[in-house]
């Protein structure tokens, strides 16, 4: 299987092929381990993401994250921001860089063992961690979540009840994953992976507010882009 794979990725379009047929195997394994708090435990504590650095994979690389670090600070500054949330927040590998002044912050992940070893590591005056399913639980009373490449990984039902929690919460802003180039959304179950373009159906976002530029190798338009609830959840 090992060679096949290394001859696919020589093919025109190899390596997405090779990821496309990864991914595809890794889901229908993970649709077999029961609830989504059990499959994420599985994904961590197996490595799944199958990187040296980061548990949450290379999307959490300090060399991946980069830009983003850089623009964060000002977009809290320029938004007036006290408090966030990061959820999921995986293993606080890169945010943890990030210059944020007195800006209270809260991880959650929906990984319990990762939870608690963030907590014995980071944990501060201004920087606590609580166990959290983003699609269940009640979002914490702060003014930013930022939603980094967790929807991707969600089938469609759980993105809406993930939203819906968004609605119901007292948060301000969301800071999500966002593939503008992505011409149209597929569903998959929980724990697979495909980009997401939410100007498209069935989420159908309006203008963001502002975008920040989070490229990767085989993403380079990918962004993070910034919605105000107001915008998401007008009243009617």
């Known amino acids: ?14 390596k997405d092929l090779a990821r496309r047929v990864s991914n595809f195997r890794r889901g229908r394994k993970l649709a077999q381990i029961g609830n989504t708090e059990a ?3 599985h994904i961590y504590e197996h490595n799944k993401w199958q990187d040296s650095e980061s548990v949450s994979g290379v999307g959490s690389t300090r060399e991946t994250t980069e830009n983003i670090r850089d623009n964060i600070p000002s977009l809290l500054e320029g938004f007036a921001i006290a408090s966030m949330l990061d959820a999921p927040c995986g293993d606080y590998n890169w945010f943890q860089m990030i210059e944020r002044d007195k800006v209270r912050y809260i991880g959650g992940d929906i990984v319990k063992a990762l939870v608690e070893s963030n907590a014995d590591k980071y944990e501060n005056e201004t920087t ?14 702060v003014e930013l979540w930022l939603c980094r490449d967790c929807l991707i990984h969600l089938s469609f039902d759980l993105i809406d009840d993930a939203l819906k929690n968004f609605g ?7 800071l999500v994953s966002n593939y503008p180039e992505v011409t149209e959304n597929h569903d998959i179950p929980t724990g697979h992976a495909r980009m997401l373009n939410m100007g498209l159906a069935p989420f159908n976002f309006p203008t963001p507010l502002t975008t920040i530029g989070d490229p990767a190798e085989d993403f380079p338009s990918k962004e993070l882009a910034l919605w105000g609830r107001a915008q998401l959840f007008p009243r009617e």
């Not at 299987?1 to 190899?14: E, H, I, Y």
């Not at 606590?128 to 009373?141: S, V």
């Not at 119901?168 to 802003?173: E, P």
């Open 39 to 41: 499959r994420f435990t």
């Open 168 to 174: 119901r919460s007292g948060v301000r802003y969301l």
């Open 128 to 141: 606590t961690f609580m166990q959290l399913d983003i699609t269940r639980d009640a979002l914490p009373d």
């Open 1 to 14: 299987m090992g060679f096949l794979k290394s001859f696919v990725t020589l093919l025109p379009g190899g």
